[in-house]
Each structure stands twice: as C-alpha cells, then as structure tokens.
C-alpha cells in the first residue's frame, strides 16, 4: 500500500517537473530582443507593413508577436505554401524592433509561385484619370499565416493571419526629355500605388528602329525624320504599352504654355505617324524636327518630349485604342491634368535654324502635292509677280498701237 502511495507521489511530482519544463521552454523561447521590446504583446493588425514598389512588393511584420504566440519565423508562410521554401520570409534581427521580412518580384511568375492574388479590374477614370472612361488597375493580394506544428487533435496556439495587398494604375507619364543620348531607362519612382515596370524612350534615325539617333549640340535640320520608341521592360506578357498622348513643350516639364501635340487619341499632327501602339510591348511612331515660332531669333530651337502612356491588357487593348474611323472614344486631355507619378527625365531635342544662304529642299510627304511644300507668304509673292507681268504686257501693247495710231499718214 505505501508502495502504491510513494509510486503515485512519485508520478505527481514528475508530471509537475514536466509541466514546469513546458513553461520555462516556453519563456526559453522568446528571444532576448523581444523581452523588453514593445513589440513583445499578442498578435494585431497593425504589426504588418506593406511598401508597394516599383519592382518589389516589400512586406514587414514583427516578430515579438509571434513568439508571443508560440511561433517563429520559421512557421510562417505566404499563403499556407508550406511545401515551397521560397515562400518562407528572413528575420531582421538588426533592426528594432526586429521584423519579418517578405519580398515579392512583381511579375505574374514569381506572384503565382506563392498563389498570391493576381486580379486586372476596370474602374471608370476618376481624379487625375478622370479624362479616361475605363482605366486599368493591377490588384496584387495575399496572406502570411502561421504553420501550427502541434502533432495531436487539438491545439492551444492561436492562428496568425496577416492580408496584404497592393493596387497599381496602369497608365502613367514618360516625360523623356533624354532624346540626344542612347539607351536610357530609368524605374519609376518608389510612390505606394505607383506602377510596376520600367520604361525607356528612345530615338531612332531609322524605320526599322535599329539605328539610334544621337541629336547634336548645333541641333537636327528642319523636316528631320525622327523614329520613336517607348519600350516596356521586366513585364508580363500580359500587358502590351497603348500611347494616349504625346507632346512637346519648350520645357523640361510638361506645362501647358507652349506646348504643340503631335497626337492625341486620333487627332494627330499631319507629319506625325503612330506605327505601333497598343499592339506590343513597344510602341513607335515618327515625326519631322520642327522650331517652335517663339525660338525665331535663336540659333536652335530646343523642345523636350513626353508621352502620356498606359499598359492594357492584351485581351482588352483594343477596346482601349482610340477608333479612329469616325469617332474617337477619348476627350483631349489637358497638361495639367496629366499624372506625373512617373517620369524618365534626359537631355533636350535641338533643331538648327536654317540658314539663309542655304537653298530648301523639302520632300513632299506620301498622299500631298507638290504645292503644299511652299508657304503662303510665297505663293502670295508669285501671285502678285505673275499680275504685275501681265499688266505690265497689256500696257506694253496698249501704248504700241496708241502710238501706231498717231503716226501722220505720208500722201
């Protein structure tokens, strides 16, 4: 009967011991940094950061709270992919409070790799989009959660569940006023909501848009053909790149004053042709080197480039192009009104003034007649030296036979 006693004692006190074990490895398991972290407290909402970026979706979340619900970074995992160890975050421990730290390339591949959310919704355009009907967003979402490691039917940790998500508009302003130098791209800047990709304008001197024009300092000839290339890079094969607009301005900056379009939607300047739009991940059009009238006593007239530009969907670019068969589907967008979240900025266009010992030779363009190359002051001048001419030939034979007829007659 003691024997029973002491055996039984015995089995209270080691089952004590073990429940004191648990305890103290529990405490054992909260790191030094979050015991007198204010972070060290349960799990909330708030303990999550997402930078929406250019490139990266870049996620932050504490730890302490973890550990304060008996997880670690190990355990947590985007979206329940607990099979893919690519889908696991790294802890910051240089940090305070120390956190836990997701990035996510935004391209379809990579997004989908961890089954985060990869949605295109239409939204009719409103605020700095409020000229547009339809405009495109990219809505990217998903979840940390944690793994619980507990073996049995039952557990007493609490479940972690953190939702992220960004939302990126797809149209945006390449503002390139680089058109003298070769192969510039630059990210769009790091704005929350800002888009995705990279951009790059470039300038070409041919039509098959391989050989690239470096403009001089002394500036193009007049009527110059210029080919221009606005490029998407880093991007899903999803999205194609669609021109609304682009313009020139005597600035750097895409004001209203002085400015002159060479396309908006349908309405388009009569040198300017848009090749390529909406229909790729390259859009081109082309257009003569002009002066700007307000540079008259300038040697060279110099203007700056931007173009107004959106990504579409494939399958939803061609609703999105103007219909330029009758009537367009787009308003005529002011400066002012235009995003300018992000730009790619570069060196100025020149244009030389033509100079006046030097004979014009202008080349008519396909569909115009020959007539169309001289202006309207020269046609005025021809004009009025072809009326003199023959004003002067009617005299000429008036006075010849009013003299013929005052000859006297010899009998």
Not at 225 to 244: H, S
Not at 383 to 409: H, N, Q, S
Request: aromatic share 10%; proline share 5%.
């Amino acid at each position: 009967m003691k024997t029973c006693r002491s055996t039984s004692r015995t089995m209270r006190l080691l089952i004590l011991v073990s429940h004191l074990g648990l305890i103290l490895r529990t405490d054992a398991q909260i790191p030094d940094a979050c015991i007198i972290s204010e972070t060290n407290k349960a799990p909330d909402n708030s303990d999550i950061t997402v930078v929406c970026g250019t490139k990266y979706m870049d996620l932050s979340i504490y730890l302490c709270p973890m550990y304060q619900a008996l997880y670690n970074e190990s355990l947590m995992v985007l979206n329940n992919q607990e099979n893919k160890p690519h889908c696991y975050g790294t802890a910051d421990w240089s940090v305070t409070p120390p956190v836990l730290r997701y990035r996510l390339p935004i391209n379809e591949s990579s997004l989908l790799e961890c089954s985060n959310g990869f949605q295109i919704t239409n939204q009719i355009g409103s605020g700095e989009f409020s000229d547009f009907s339809s405009i495109q967003f990219v809505n990217i979402s998903g979840t940390v959660t944690s793994v619980d490691p507990s073996v049995g039917v039952i557990t007493y940790r609490q479940q972690i569940f953190y939702k992220f998500s960004c939302k990126y508009p797809m149209q945006y302003l390449v503002n390139n006023t680089q058109l003298g130098v070769s192969g510039v791209t630059l990210a769009i800047k790091d704005n929350n909501g800002s888009f995705v990709s990279t951009l790059s304008m470039q300038l070409y001197k041919d039509k098959q848009y391989t050989d690239i024009l470096t403009v001089p300092e002394t500036g193009l000839n007049l009527k110059t053909k210029i080919y221009v290339g606005v490029k998407a890079t880093n991007l899903t094969e999803r999205f194609n790149v669609l021109l609304d607009r682009c313009y020139a301005t005597t600035t750097p900056y895409p004001t209203q004053k002085h400015s002159y379009d060479l396309f908006v939607g349908c309405t388009r300047d009569a040198q300017t042709k848009v090749e390529v739009n909406g229909e790729s991940q390259t859009a081109h059009f082309s257009f003569e080197a002009f002066r700007f009238v307000q540079h008259k006593n300038l040697t060279v007239s110099t203007f700056y480039l931007h173009c107004v530009t959106r990504l579409c969907e494939v399958s939803t670019c061609e609703t999105l192009r103007p219909n330029c068969d009758g009537r367009s589907n787009r308003r005529r967008r002011e400066v002012s009104e235009e995003p300018s979240n992000a730009t790619i900025t570069s060196p100025a266009i020149f244009v030389a003034k033509q100079k006046t010992d030097e004979a014009q030779t202008f080349s008519a363009p396909p569909g115009s007649s020959p007539e169309s190359n001289y202006s309207s002051p020269m046609v005025a001048i021809i004009v009025c030296i072809v009326i003199i001419a023959i004003f002067i030939a009617i005299l000429t034979v008036f006075f010849g036979l009013y003299i013929k007829r005052r000859k006297p007659i010899i009998v």
